[in-house]
C-alpha cells in the first residue's frame, strides 16, 4: 500500500522561505512521478510543479518560476518542495500526490495517492 | 497554459436527484481528464480517470463523460455521503490544471 506522508505544519515570516517534505513509502520510489498541489484557506486547488525522481528534473506551473524549486532524494524515498519568498498569500495547505510512472508514459496521469497535506502559514 | 472552466460553483439538490456537473477546456485535451472529490479537512480523492474510467472501488453512481474541450460529471443519485467539493484536472502536457471546483450540498 502506498502511502505519503509530510512533513508538520510551519508558520513562516513574510519574505523567508518553507521546506516541505513527502516520505514514501509501500511502493517504489523511482516509479513515481510527485506532484505538488497547494489550496489557499476557502479556495481551489493550485498545481505548482512536478519531479520524477528518478531523472530528478522538475517541472514547474509558470507562475511558481524562480520561487519554487522541488527536489527528490531516491536514498530517503523523500520529496521536497521549497518556496521562497513568501507573502500571506502563500498562506495554503501543500499537498504532495503521485502519478505513476508507468501509467502516465503510457497516457494515463492521475493523482492516485496523496499526502495527508501540510499547512504553511505566513505571517509577521 | 490550458484552463478548466467548471460548472456550477456550488449546487443544492435533494437526496435521489441526478447532478451534472461540466468542465470545459480551453483546449483540445483529448480524454486527458480526471474527477476528484474533496471533502472538508480531507485530500482530494480520486473518482474518474481518462474522461470516463471509475476508479476501482468507486461507486457505479458517479460517472464521466465527455472527449476534447467539453466533459460532464454526473451522480446518478444524490447520497448524504457525496457533500463535498468536486474538481476536473487535465493532464494534457507536461503541465497540470485544476478546475475552479464545484461544492454540491443537500437540499
Known amino acids: 500500500q502506498v502511502l505519503l506522508v509530510q512533513s508538520g505544519a510551519e508558520v513562516k515570516k513574510p519574505g523567508s522561505s518553507v521546506k516541505v517534505a513527502c516520505k514514501a513509502s509501500?511502493?517504489?520510489?523511482?516509479?513515481?512521478?510527485v506532484n505538488w498541489v497547494r489550496q489557499a484557506p476557502g479556495q481551489g486547488l493550485e498545481w505548482m510543479g512536478r519531479?520524477?525522481?528518478?531523472?530528478?528534473?522538475?517541472t514547474y506551473e509558470q507562475k511558481f518560476q524562480g520561487r519554487v524549486t522541488i527536489t527528490a532524494d531516491t536514498s530517503t524515498s523523500t520529496a521536497y518542495m521549497e518556496l521562497s519568498s513568501l507573502r500571506s498569500e502563500d498562506t495554503a495547505v501543500y499537498y504532495c500526490?503521485?502519478?505513476?510512472?508507468?501509467?502516465?508514459?503510457?497516457?494515463?496521469?492521475?493523482?492516485?495517492?496523496w499526502g495527508q497535506g501540510t499547512l504553511v502559514t505566513v505571517s509577521s | 497554459d490550458i484552463q478548466l472552466t467548471q460548472s456550477p460553483s456550488s449546487l443544492s439538490a435533494s437526496v435521489g436527484d441526478r447532478v451534472t456537473i461540466t468542465c470545459q477546456a480551453s483546449?483540445?485535451?483529448?480524454?486527458?481528464l480526471n474527477w476528484y472529490q474533496q471533502k472538508p479537512g480531507k485530500a482530494p480523492m480520486l473518482l474518474i480517470y481518462?474522461?470516463?474510467t471509475l476508479k476501482a472501488g468507486v461507486p457505479s453512481r458517479f460517472s464521466g463523460s465527455g472527449s476534447g474541450t467539453d466533459f460532464t460529471f454526473t451522480i446518478s443519485s444524490l447520497q448524504p455521503e457525496d457533500i463535498a467539493t468536486y474538481y476536473c484536472?487535465?493532464?494534457?502536457?507536461?503541465?497540470?490544471?485544476f478546475g475552479g471546483g464545484t461544492k454540491v450540498e443537500i437540499k
Open positions: 483546449q483540445d485535451i483529448s480524454n486527458y
Open positions: 484536472q487535465q493532464y494534457d502536457n507536461l503541465l497540470r490544471t
Open positions: 509501500g511502493g517504489t520510489f523511482s516509479t513515481y512521478i
Open positions: 500526490a503521485r502519478e505513476f510512472l508507468e501509467y502516465c508514459s503510457s497516457g494515463s496521469c492521475y493523482f492516485d495517492y
Open positions: 481518462d474522461a470516463s
Open positions: 519531479i520524477m525522481p528518478r531523472l530528478g528534473i522538475p
